[in-house]
T-cell receptor, first 115, second 114 residues
Framework: GENVEQHPSTLSVQEGDSAVIKCTYSDSASNYFPWYKQELGKRPQLIIDIRSNVGEKKDQRIAVTLNKTAKHFSLHITETQPEDSAVYFC??????????????FGQGTRLTINP | DAGVTQSPTHLIKTRGQHVTLRCSPISGHKSVSWYQQVLGQGPQFIFQYYEKEERGRGNFPDRFSARQFPNYSSELNVNALLLGDSALYLCASIMTGSGANVLTFGAGSRLTVL
């Protein structure tokens, strides 16, 4: 089955600097890669996703890159702000109506933004 | 519009007991799935239901069961609770046929087994 590895487990950056979180996956049939942000005691919330037919996607300060050949994808946050502090999870699935619900998550990265 | 709603939000059980968790998907969403999130880990897929039928099951024992009702709400049942079942149980729903396939999570039910 699919296995998703996420690194680093913790990341501390200065406010205004960039943060990068990396994930690798094992199932070559995976074609949907979402990133979720989870604040303490709250639900995971989708912040950005990418599908296998694109290599990069941006949304303001957040970007995700995908390398299907190497089976890895990354989250990039620029100009970090204190409200970016949270746990971030990458995930992978085979997409489609049924596959999209069977997300395999990474272990999470606790991001701390230092003022 | 209400998001994915789950109940109860918190509950405490003892080993060997049974628990039922409930979920109402976003209006118009016909597919729901359940995830278990142990403290400090990523969510793990338990079940997927679409049109009242089980469409997928994760690596969980038979003590875990679920069902979906005609109004697309769902419940997760766990029998013979173990200490290791303590976790946040997340329900998620998805708009089928939209092409976007974005999964939206509820706030979860936090289960503590003593």
């Amino acid at each position: 089955g699919e296995n998703v590895e996420q690194h680093p487990s913790t990341l501390s950056v200065q406010e205004g600097d960039s943060a990068v979180i990396k994930c690798t996956y094992s199932d070559s049939a995976s074609n949907y890669f979402p990133w979720y942000k989870q604040e303490l005691g709250k639900r995971p919330q989708l912040i950005i996703d990418i599908r296998s037919n694109v290599g990069e996607k941006k949304d303001q300060r957040i970007a995700v890159t995908l390398n299907k050949t190497a089976k890895h994808f990354s989250l990039h946050i620029t100009e970090t702000q204190p409200e970016d502090s949270a746990v971030y999870f990458c995930a992978a699935s085979r997409g489609g109506i049924q596959g999209a619900q069977k997300l395999v998550f990474g272990q999470g990265t606790r991001l701390t933004i230092n003022p | 519009d209400a998001g994915v709603t789950q109940s109860p939000t918190h509950l405490i059980k003892t080993r060997g007991q049974h628990v039922t968790l409930r979920c109402s998907p976003i209006s118009g969403h016909k597919s729901v799935s359940w995830y278990q999130q142990v403290l400090g880990q990523g969510p793990q897929f338990i079940f997927q239901y679409y049109e009242k039928e089980e469409r997928g099951r994760g690596n969980f024992p038979d003590r875990f069961s679920a069902r979906q009702f005609p109004n697309y709400s769902s419940e997760l049942n766990v029998n013979a609770l173990l200490l290791g079942d303590s976790a946040l149980y997340l329900c998620a729903s998805i708009m089928t046929g939209s092409g976007a396939n974005v999964l939206t999570f509820g706030a979860g039910s936090r289960l503590t087994v003593l």
